[in-house]
């Protein structure tokens, strides 16, 4: 895609746009002509290396800015903007519904072959229709998400459709638009293609799913049952800016039509090697060229064995006869070709019974049914109960005690109920009750308005305590080594701990009476609990077990401010412009924050010295670790602008002195409050010339002034 000295200049104009920014923000209409196609170009590059190669070259701070700069840009002089420019991805236009359109070829199925001998008979059948020895099989895994066909004209990316009924799809071009693993423009033109439909699929990495799915939770929200559903249902958001929120990725595979026709590639091999070298996302590097059956068995085989390891969720592998021209020999049935077929793993899926439903109380008082099934092997795995979630998703796919269900469980994802057989039904069903008080302490649950679960509100509720703590203790949280369920129990039980606050309190003396709990086991629980006291503001928020806060929530808050005592402080309206934190998650620390137990709580922890403060991360360059404000007029540029050195050498910009503060850098008429508090402190100040030295080496201190001047600012 790019070669190593194309690389090297792109790099290159990536230093001197990084370098020129301001300039280039100020650009009048003919500059801005100039500089767009740039900015695109080193974007494009710079998408490509993380996103295709998860290889980024400059840090997202940097990206961001480029990327501001041409969205301003574009923003300021509509005109210069082109439909493949990456700042159309991040539509924000709210689309009606999806227009129909028809595909360029009908989107057919596979067929599938769940054992050697069905693989065998495939290749009967393709040796005798083309009167080949031995055929020539190309071999790539099957991914399972949701289908997708893109469309280019002229190398620009123009339409994208879902598969529909297979004639005719959904016009979701906007939301694919999101997706950074679809260029949208890519140079088929070389290969002398004006026009070319290609298959894909959208797909979402397990690890982002579990992510979605954990906060789906959080939120009392129903998890999507496998990656599939969750790619699927994102696609079809009506908002493209919710879209670009969920992490999508698109696999491209198939290219299904071209003009000129005598254009397409001779092989499939050829096919994806071209879509590989244009920037797709693609299966290229797992892809095998098999030569005869044995072989195809062979690395389906491999790959059914390590299908668990792999990113993304796969069902099988997919067989495709390699060369071209015998595809028209071959044809197709009415659902599906026959020169391909579909090699699917062992299934994942089960029915058995639904025995019994019994009701939990959570974290966050949230009361949750769980199935007890008979025990049924999925996978490998016994799974004999599920989580049903909440009261609507029972009665959205009407469950019932006694029911036959189908339960799927995708990799090493919770299991789940997709469906009740309803044919199954005797007539002994009965309904699920829900109950009307809380399973743990008996108190009324309540629904508040706009939920979807049932909770307990009494914040002594014993289980929600238990789970307090546990959830402090817990790896992700506070990391406190033997802090396991059977300890909160018995922490609380004895009446050593009502809160997570009281846990730094407790003496060795305290733990060996645990049952259980030899000197050794006390001895250790307690230096767990004393080295916890440092794990981090973001580690801190995630413990309190916020609703609605989950880690990376807990980890952009923790972004935001220096202690935990800003968050009680900052008002909602703040809360919501961080990126990613809505309204409903606002209110709720705002809730937290406003009861008077949950900030005794915090106190007992500032008391016994946990830290509630924030470490800034550490990043990479000649100013890392060192932390710079600034006050009064600079000669040199705006403090913005210094701010901006800082940061991309590697240091921390912050507006007020702290007692984290490296360096006050003192400029013209400097204000008074800075001053003082960085003597109180003790905070060393420097002049701005002990600041430029400090630059000198790596910023062109003329171009900086030169340029500050040009525009106005400061002389
Ligand atoms: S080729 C005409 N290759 O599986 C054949 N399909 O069950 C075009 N799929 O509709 C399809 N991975 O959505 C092909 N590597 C792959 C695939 C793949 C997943 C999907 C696709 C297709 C379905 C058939």
Redesign the pocket.
Known sequence: MYTPERERDLIELTRRILKDLDQIRRSDLKKAQEYAPLLREVIRYHDYKYYIQASPVISDYEYDQIFRTLRDLESKYPQIVTPDSPTQRVASEITGSFPEVSHYTP????D?AYTEEELRDFDRRVREATGLETVEYSV????????IALVYRDDIFVRGAT?GDGETGEDITNNLRTIKTIPLRADFSKFGIRLIEI?G?VLISREEFRRMNEERMEEGLTPFANPRNAAAGSLRLQNPAEVAKRRLEAVV??V?YVEPEDMYPETHYEAVRMLHSLGFKT?FKDMKLCRGIDEVIAYCKEWEEKRDTYPYE?DGM?V?VNVRKYYDTLGFTSH??RW?I?FKFKARQATTKLVSVVFQVGRVGTVTPVGKLEPVQIGGVTVSSVSLFNEDFIKEKDIRIGDLVLVERAGDVIPYVVEVIKEARDGDETPIEFPENCPSCGSKLVKLPGEVAWRCINIACPDQVVLRLRHWGSREAMDIRGLGEATAKALYSKGFVKDVGDLYYLKVTDLVKLPGFAEKAALNLYNAIQESKNRGLDRVIYGLGIRYVGLTTAKKLAQEIDSIWDLKDMPIEKIVRIEGIGDIVARSIKEFFSREENLKVIEKLEKAGVKLTRTKLEKEGPLKGKVFVFTGTLRCCSRERAGQIVEILGGTFANTVTSKTTYLVVGEDPGRTKLTRAKQLGVKTISEEEFLDMIRDYVNLEDLRRSERREGSLF
């Open positions: 989107m057919l199925s596979l599938n790539e895994p099957k991914y399972d998400g949701a289908g598969r298959r699929e595979y198939q299904s299966p796969i997919v495709k599906h070709p391909a579909a």
